[in-house]
């Protein structure tokens, strides 16, 4: 394990040395949020505000990505062979990704990572990918990751963590991929004992600063078909319009949706990313809808986040506790208030 | 308008009590500084969880479509006209509404007020004309008039235009605002730059279509994004799928939008949405002297044509 | 289990039958052969597994294997015209190439099924996986694996009769009992020389199954037929763990990703799409 | 270049009324009338038919213009189809405009199933213009840009 700190002119310089070589993905200043994007020249990456406003998975699964290529030039002999599309798997770097949106990779890890079936791009993309994470000094006021299995200081799915002590950063290898990045970078100072206990200081103050929580300690007893029939979906949840933003901004939230598309005689199989609040999402082909009234769309996207998946993987809630979903939502569908009376539920 | 919450209580309780109405849809308090929970209520007792701010911006009308109960419902002017829309499209029947007219000084931009201060706003209270901020080392004070959301700054009916029942004395309406000033400067640019604009307007869509399902006008039963048999715009991020997207959901609101900016709040990525809807009140307003919403007799403008209609485009 | 390398990538296939079932042409069967022998050999299924079927520039559909894994050499897939995919599908001809993404889900407890009765209800064009299971089970080799097989089998009409040649000569065998009805029959339908009677599903269940002891039952058909079944199958003494269910689902990636099909914690194209009526029970599921 | 863009040719997409134009372009045929044949015809029951979704999927699949065909008003076949089909093209124009592509790439007419030298004249005029407006590259829907 290696442990510096860095002077933050000299960690800046260091990320845009990188990012002329490799690709680096960083939070920076997008007018009312900041958001992650690729750095280019000039670019400065914002590692002050603590949420971008949507989540960095796409850096690991792009919203719309090309699966397959194929022609359908009836003269080819290639006609209606479907191929990989070319992708690029060079080692990227995802530098200023908080604790809550590391560990979602985590989670979101074991569906596409399976005994059974392995998603290619996914995997690929997921592991040429070095993540080097900024630890939360303050939480906002919809975070709520400590009671999610997360902590502002988490290390769960990082590679490098960060921690800002004013003028320096506190740099620390988490992994050897961490390790082995930091020997590329150099330079730096040793960390000092004083550093180390400041970081401790700074922990437990931000431990302290989440103030909101999530309750779901009751749901491992309820019984699935309970919750499931429960009165309270039908009643509470009318003001849901089902648009998707609280899943598109979701880092754990990982539906998707297979097209093919079709320009003069080439075809591309494209996967994007879907969401459980859309009616089409379950509708067959016959035209029946196993969820065609809105509330049965809003349960399943709160069963499946806090009884299906824990039950399923035994790795806790489905959801690291950023809070994006309850600032996205037009008519404040919040998540720690469905936890809730779902926690509370009794038959 | 903080001072109308007792009203509307009163009044939802009223008409829940003696049955006039099976449902009552109003606000209630969000549980973050901004933001309004729809609130669809059933007895008498759920009133006096109803509030009204500067914040109940999304619009009530959402709620409307296609139920057969009888419904109370809270009515600014813009989501008043949305109810007009709603029945002259048969989306729903005027004796099951007992509309609850709320004059209206416009929604505050709650993106406009987070660009104002440093730091996340924890509170926000309202008194009188004036919204105050707080954070966790500061506090601020806005005349709400300040900052209203873009549509409500040009807004031309603040007062319901038709209602059953008001909860307080009509507001004067904006005198002297030029609605389309916008517009106006769009016009007035090249081809290129109109490109430019719309390229960039709609480059971070996420298509989440949370614009879509805000809008109360937006509920047919299949969204034209939706249908396969024709696909007529493809699923992906791609930017020309987008555009279409954007293009042709602005187009179905012609003659129906009524301006009331729920697009661009629900939106996550904050794209400003009325930049085409825009235009197109403007044009009915120019071409055909047409407002959509402000009556319920008219028959929807493309709904209906002249004779002498404008034909000096057409060989 | 898939063997290629990529789950999402299909095998090519060639079209080398097309068998129009039903009068109405709304439904054909299509006798697939794979276009490299080793993909052939990688898709070693059993009965009650699906596949999907990718064609290039519409996409997958999820359709139940008909073909049995005794009978060597291609694949059936009955398919009834429904969508964009499928429409298009209806429309191609014998030698045209498409994908085949598959085995996917589980099957029909087959070792746990031996030594005992088996009862096969199907209803409409749901018979292709039990098409796939009577031929399983008729095999030589495995026929003596299990006791009576009593099949009932309804559609609309005779037109709706699907396999309709197998089904006349399984009626003639005397070590399969074929239960085959019709809801009606029309004006012009030629009385078969087979039996078949007239009735739902579900009072032929009740008419011709004497008792549930030491069988299990596989139904698979429309959601009312199953409804109505259920209970005259508790009612001749099935437990719910000897009632087998296949359930579909809208599904994309048919391998547990995509995340639509799930009833509760379950996924149909992966924990399913066969589960027993005792599992569907404690299953959360919007169907 | 110059001589790149004078043997360009634009692909037109028109929408013709059955009822009337799709009669004046026979007539035009029939009479020998010359008119350049860079218009791929759809036949469609009224000009009151036409969403603004036919438009733009001409456009997505790469046409330079797109003309649009009907009755007179007052004579449409099914009495006032093309009278509302005037309001929703007048609207859809203006915001066509409004998002930056030419105008010129979008034409209107209506000439009556006896006007086969009015179709001559607007199909040449059209082609004509489209042509100064030079090839389409805005809304064209190519190979998804996606990841």
Not at chain 1, 334 to 345: G, K
Not at chain 2, 157 to 179: K, S, T, Y
Not at chain 4, 64 to 81: A, K, L, N, Q, T
């Amino acid at each position: 394990m290696i442990e510096k700190s860095y002077k933050k002119d000299e960690w800046q310089g260091a990320l845009a040395k990188l990012a002329k070589e490799s690709r680096v993905i960083a939070p920076v200043n997008g007018g009312t949020h900041s958001v992650f994007k690729t750095l280019e020249e000039g670019d400065v990456p914002d590692f002050k505000s603590s949420k971008t406003r949507l989540s960095p998975k796409s850096v690991v699964f792009p919203q719309s990505e090309r699966m397959f290529e194929y022609s359908l030039d009836e003269e080819s002999e290639e006609n209606g062979i479907l191929k990989e599309a070319k992708k690029d798997y060079a080692e990227k770097f995802v530098a200023g990704i908080r604790p809550c949106d590391a560990r979602s990779f985590k989670l979101v890890q074991v569906n596409f990572d399976t005994p059974t079936y392995k998603d290619p791009w996914w995997i690929n993309n997921y592991e040429s990918t070095t993540f080097i994470g900024q630890a939360c000094n303050k939480a906002c006021s919809t975070c709520f990751c400590t009671s999610t299995g997360g902590s502002p200081f988490g290390e769960e799915g990082l590679d490098v963590v960060t921690v800002d002590m004013g003028d320096s950063f506190l740099v620390k290898s988490v992994t050897d991929k961490g390790e082995k990045l930091l020997n590329t970078i150099g330079g730096g100072a040793d960390a000092t004992d004083d550093m180390k206990t400041k970081v401790a200081e700074l922990e437990k103050a931000a431990v302290a600063s989440v103030k909101s929580e999530i309750k779901t300690d009751n749901l491992k007893e309820l019984k699935e078909t309970d919750l499931f029939e429960a009165d309270f979906w039908k009643d509470t949840f009318d003001g849901c319009i089902n648009c998707g933003g609280c899943t598109f901004s979701c880092p754990t939230c990982w539906c998707f949706d297979i097209q093919d598309e079709v320009q003069k005689k080439e075809g591309d199989r494209i996967r994007n990313w879907d969401s459980c609040m859309f009616p089409l999402f379950t509708k067959h082909g016959m035209g029946h809808n196993p969820r065609d009234q809105k509330f049965q769309r809003i349960r399943q996207r709160f069963m499946h986040k806090l009884k299906y998946y824990p039950d399923k993987y035994d790795k806790g809630i489905m959801c690291v506790g950023c809070g994006r979903c309850v600032e996205v939502c037009p008519a404040n569908i919040d998540i720690r208030r469905v936890a809730e009376l779902m926690n509370n539920y009794s038959k | 308008m903080v001072n109308y919450t007792d009203k509307i209580r009163e009044t939802a309780k009223r008409l829940l009590n003696d049955g006039t109405v099976d449902t009552f849809i109003g606000y209630r308090k969000g549980s973050l500084p901004f933001v309004n929970n729809p609130a669809i209520i059933h007895n008498a007792e759920e009133a006096d969880e109803l509030v009204w701010d500067s914040n109940c911006a999304l619009n009530l009308c959402n709620y409307l479509t296609n139920r057969t109960d009888k419904i109370g419902v809270l009515a600014t002017g813009c989501n008043s006209r949305n109810i007009a829309m709603h029945l002259k499209e048969n989306k729903i029947k005027r004796e099951q509404l007992v509309i609850v007219g709320v004059p209206c000084t416009g929604m505050v931009d709650h993106r406009a007020v987070k660009g104002m201060v440093d730091g996340e706003i924890l509170e926000v209270t309202e008194a009188g004309e004036e919204i105050t901020v707080k954070g966790d080392d500061f506090e601020k004070t806005f005349k709400t008039a300040d900052v209203l959301q873009t549509n409500c700054q040009t807004c031309a009916h603040r007062n319901p235009v038709i209602f059953d029942e008001l909860v307080a004395d009509e507001v004067p309406e904006l005198d002297g605002v030029n609605q389309y000033a916008d517009v106006e400067a769009v016009e007035a640019q090249s081809d290129e730059e109109k490109w430019q604009n719309f390229e960039n307007i709609f480059e971070s869509c996420i298509r989440c279509y949370a614009c879509r399902n805000a809008c109360p006008l937006c509920y047919c039963p299949t969204c034209f994004v939706d249908e396969s048999k024709p696909q007529w715009v493809g699923k992906s991020t791609d930017p020309t799928d987008t555009m279409t997207f954007h293009f042709l959901r602005a187009f179905h609101m012609a003659g129906r939008c009524t301006d009331c900016g729920a697009c661009e709040r629900a939106c996550p990525v904050d794209i400003p949405l009325r930049y085409l809807t825009k235009k197109l009140n403007k044009d009915a307003k120019d071409i055909y002297d047409y407002e959509s919403g402000t009556n319920v007799e008219d028959k929807a403008l493309l709904d209906t044509y002249k004779p002498t209609d404008l034909n000096d485009f057409i060989r | 289990m898939m063997k290629s390398t990529n789950v999402y990538l299909p095998y090519p296939v060639k079209i080398e039958e097309i068998i129009v079932e039903t009068v109405d042409r709304g439904l054909r069967t299509f006798k697939f052969t794979f276009l490299n022998k080793e993909d052939e050999e990688a898709f070693a299924f059993m009965p009650g597994q699906f596949a999907e079927i990718s064609v290039p520039g519409y996409g997958e559909i999820p359709i139940g294997i008909a073909s049995s894994p005794t009978e060597k050499g291609f694949l059936y897939f009955t398919v009834q015209k429904v969508g964009s995919v499928t429409s298009y599908l209806h429309n191609m001809k014998e030698g045209d190439i498409l994908g085949l993404r598959g085995p996917l889900g589980n099957y029909y407890p087959w070792e746990e099924m031996k030594g005992k009765n088996v009862v096969i209800i199907g209803g409409g064009c749901a018979f292709s996986t039990l098409r796939s299971s009577i031929v399983y089970m008729l095999d030589p080799a495995n026929r003596s694996d299990y006791g009576d097989i009593d099949v009932v089998y309804g559609a609309r009409s005779m037109d709706h009769l699907i396999y309709k040649d197998e089904i006349i000569s399984w009626t003639k065998r005397d070590d399969i009992n074929m239960h085959i009805t019709v809801d009606a029959f029309l004006k012009n339908d030629v009385k078969p020389e087979w039996r078949c009677s007239q009735g739902f599903v579900p009072s032929i269940v009740e008419e011709k199954i004497k008792t549930g002891d030491n069988t299990m039952a596989i139904v698979c058909g429309p959601p009312v037929m199953i409804k109505f079944t259920r209970p005259i199958l508790q009612k001749i003494g099935f437990t719910d763990e000897n009632i087998i269910l296949s359930l579909e689902n809208r599904m994309k990636c048919g391998v547990g990703m995509c995340g639509r099909c799930n009833c509760g914690s379950k996924l149909v194209c992966h924990d399913g799409p066969v589960f027993t009526l005792a599992e569907l029970n404690e299953m959360a599921a919007d169907l | 270049m110059e001589k790149e863009m004078q043997e360009w040719q634009p692909k037109i997409v028109a929408f013709l009324c059955n009822w009337c134009t799709y009669g004046a372009a026979d007539l035009a045929g029939v009479n020998r009338l010359q008119y350049p044949p860079n218009f791929k015809v759809i036949r469609v029951p009224c000009s009151g038919r036409i969403s603004p979704k036919l438009i733009l999927a001409a456009f997505r699949n790469g046409a330079d213009g797109v003309w649009i065909s009907g009755c007179h008003p007052g004579d449409c076949h099914y009495i006032e189809g093309n009278m509302y089909a005037r309001r929703r093209f007048t609207l859809f124009r203006s915001l066509f405009k409004h998002i930056g592509i030419d105008e010129r790439r979008l034409h209107f007419s209506w000439i009556s199933a006896a006007e086969g030298i009015k179709f001559a004249e607007v199909a040449n005029d059209i082609v004509k213009t489209v042509k100064e407006v030079g090839p389409a590259k805005q809304l064209i829907k190519e190979k998804a840009q996606v990841a």
